[in-house]
Structures are given as structure tokens and as C-alpha cells.
């Protein structure tokens, strides 16, 4: 029984797995890494214009956010979303991306992270929440760049409520 576990395990690991080289993995996967680097530094200094760099310019980007509306097609779409959510803080954010993981393939890539803003709001109320991140990536012209996002958080179903400090 345990040997019929074992292979069964095996052949699952071995049916999710691509096998790429090394070398081209590894450097893809970086070039992922700096430009979710690039997108953190952007978000931390408020600066739209690099924030949307990391985004496929034009009508095909598309991404589901925690805010209404519910989605955003086209870069032109999401650019004015990222406009608006800045303009709700007043002074400095603090953004970090943790627990990032990557896979890419040939030209496509895709990955999932843990986000986290603090900061004030035009108010002066403090602002703290994580969302889950998943992104998909295509390498065009050589360049990394985002193509589909979805922002979410977890629903306390007790509550009905969005747990905006959620916890693994």
C-alpha cells in the first residue's frame, strides 16, 4: 500500500512539473522578480507612471481588483483605477510583496504573492490591509510585463466581511 501511495505521489509531482533548463528558468524568473521589484519601488514612491509600467499597455490587460467596479479592461481602464486609489492617501505608503513564487515558460509566465499597504488616508485615518495577488505574465519583445491580474481577499464567512489583515 505504501509503495502504490508513493508512485501515485510521484506521478503526480511529475505531471505538474515542466521540465526547462535551468539557465533559461532561472533567468526568466529574475527578470519576473525585478519587475515585481520595479512595481514595489513604483507603489512605495506613489508614482503612477512607473507603477504602470509593469503592465501591458493597450485593450488586451484585464484585471479583477477588490474594488468596484469589479474588473478593468485596458490599460487606459486600470491606469485611472491606480490614479484614484493613490489619490486616497495622503503622505507616504509603505507597500511590501511577500511569499512571491513564480513559474515561467517559454514566453508566459505566472505567479501569486502576498501584498501589504499601510499608510493614512486623506483623512488622517490609518490604512493597513493585505490582499492575495496572482498575476499573469507574457514576455513581449523580450520584456516581462503583466497581462491579466486578480486582487483579492478573503470573506469571513461568519461575518460577511472582507478580512483585510488575513493570516495563512
Known sequence: MKLLL???LAT???MTC??????AETGDKAQIEAL???FAAAFNAKDLDAI???YVPGPSLF?????????HVGWDDYRKDWQDFLAGFKGPVKFDISDLAITAVDDIGYGHSIQHVT???TKGKPVDFTVRVSDV???LDGKWLIVQEHVSVPVNFDTGKPDLTSAP
Open 6 to 8: 508513493s508512485m501515485a
Open 12 to 14: 503526480a509531482a511529475a
Open 18 to 23: 515542466v521540465n526547462l533548463p535551468a539557465a
Open 36 to 38: 515585481e521589484n520595479q
Open 52 to 54: 504602470m509600467k509593469v
Open 63 to 71: 484585471v479583477f481588483d477588490v474594488g468596484v467596479p469589479r474588473q
Open 119 to 121: 499608510g493614512m488616508d
Open 137 to 139: 505574465y507574457r514576455k
